[in-house]
């Protein structure tokens, strides 16, 4: 049965949930006042619907459908989910929940509030017990990350209900001890402002040199290792002591001015502008923000190779949505989105990538048949000594595709695959490809038959292929 979610303010923060759930098969119910709302909203979900299937090797839910309500009572009458994404005003906030409250007073709901703790947001609510913070990270439908930070008022049913809602949509819920204003993430954020606004101020650096001190170092080791790994490694094989060891002293030295603040006089804030727009002005915001998704996904899939930090998320996230594959005459052997990063200089996909689709197909199939990792831990497999590829047809960054694959050939030690890459927009052949695989002990590193399980998996598809 499909879920459904109510947004409350349809802003950046609101757009972003709207999209993650949509792209995971929620339906979204919204509520925002804004007569541009259903724009923004829109405006966000072309880039949320180009930018999260490239993280994933097979399709993602069906879309859910989004509705736009003219009043709170009517976006969460029969909400499975609140969240809130409303300006940050306590007294606002408060009007919101009672309103939630008063129309579906079972719902749990989630506040996307980046200072609030949830004690504050509980105040004078009719039920506390189903109010808490999930405060998530721009964008809501790439970035992983949810703090879940409940108060000791609240259910603690409904914060693990949550936390399995969050990690069924591909996010991250980190629950938060205790509740402290801002959170963790921002709180760390909020140093490195601080600091960046005195670099600044102090004419020591302009805005694109302290961005490309963060992106060109430390930003790359906590994109992958955070903080405190980080410097583990730093400390060398001593590890963790002997870094604070070395370098604890100097956090008493004068370097950083993180206690105190820049007046935010007119004069710096023109400063800051200015330098703002000669780093990024010649691009609107809508090409910065594909710039920066394609960049969060071509990193992200970097670290899923490694299966570690986000990679590894959403390497989970995609064993929960693949579908495995049924009998059919051809096989659906892959079906999903082309990412940003197998396209080269001709903005079409490289002939590099082919050969990785069609082989990921053939991984499919040979799973299907009982070949898949079970099978090569017992020391036998299926190894490609032939490929055929024709290049058909341009294939582009975002397209949806699926590859139709027949068993031409299933007999003793072969197995022959005939793949083609379907666009699933419009039925076109883009490329295909003729596959010849040869069953292997991997003992031996030579040709042996298949066990006889998997012999007459391939020979029953191979005679319903021919027939099919």
């Known amino acids: ?177 205790k509740e402290i204003e ?50 583990r490694i730093a400390g060398g094989e001593d590890g963790m002591r002997h870094f604070i060891a070395q370098f604890g002293p100097t956090l008493h030295w004068p370097w950083s001015k993180l206690t105190d603040v820049p007046d935010l006089t007119d004069t710096l804030i023109d400063r800051i502008a200015t330098q703002s727009d000669a780093q990024s002005g010649h691009l609107s915001i809508r090409q910065l923000e594909r710039k920066r998704d394609g960049n969060l996904i071509a990193m992200m899939r970097a670290l899923r190779q490694q299966d570690n930090a986000t990679g590894r998320l959403i390497n989970a996230h995609q064993q929960a949505l693949r579908a495995p594959l049924s009998d059919s005459a051809p096989l659906i052997s892959q079906d999903r989105v082309i990412p940003v990063d197998w396209t080269d200089l001709n903005g079409h996909m490289n002939e590099g990538r082919y050969g990785q689709i069609f082989s990921d197909a053939a991984d499919a199939v040979l799973a299907h048949v009982g070949a898949g990792e079970d099978y090569i831990a017992s020391g036998l497999s299926y190894f490609t000594v032939e490929t055929t590829t024709k290049y058909l047809a341009e294939t582009h960054a975002g397209e949806r595709v699926r590859v139709q694959t027949r068993i031409t050939e299933g007999q003793g030690k072969k197995l022959r695959c005939a793949h083609e890459l379907i666009r699933a927009a419009d039925g076109a052949v883009l490329a295909s490809c003729d596959q010849l695989m040869i069953h292997v002990s991997l003992q031996t590193r030579r040709s042996c038959a298949p066990g006889p399980s998997v012999a007459d998996r391939v020979a029953s598809l191979a005679t319903l292929h021919a027939s099919g």
Not at 105 to 131: C, H, N, W, Y
Not at 211 to 224: E, V
């Open 182 to 231: 801002a959170h963790i993430a921002d709180r760390l954020l909020e140093s490195v402002w601080r600091e960046a606004l005195w670099l600044v101020n102090d004419d020591i650096a302009t805005t694109e040199e302290i961005d490309n001190a963060i992106r060109y170092a430390f930003g790359l080791r906590w994109g992958q290792m955070g903080l405190f790994e980080t410097y």
């Open 1 to 177: 049965m499909t879920k459904t979610a109510a947004i409350i303010g349809g802003g950046v923060i609101g757009g972003g949930w709207a999209a993650r759930f949509l792209l995971n098969g929620w339906n979204v119910q919204v509520f925002d006042p804004d007569p541009q709302a259903g724009r923004k909203i829109g405006e966000v979900l072309d880039n949320a619907r180009r930018a999260l299937p490239m993280l994933y090797d097979c399709a993602l839910p069906d879309e859910g459908a989004l509705t736009f309500h003219a009043s709170i009572a009517e976006a969460v009458n029969d909400a499975d989910w609140v969240q809130e994404s409303v300006s940050e005003r306590l007294d606002l906030k408060h009007r919101v929940f009672a309103d939630v409250q008063a129309a579906n007073p079972a719902v749990p709901i989630g506040s996307s509030t980046s200072g609030f703790t949830p004690s504050e947001l509980q105040q004078g609510a009719a039920d506390p017990a189903r109010i808490m913070v999930t405060h998530p990270f721009n964008p809501v439908y790439l970035l992983p990350l949810v703090e879940l930070v409940p108060s000791p008022a609240t259910d603690p049913e409904a914060v693990d209900s949550c936390k399995a809602m969050l990690t069924s949509l591909g996010m991250y819920p980190l629950r938060v001890r």
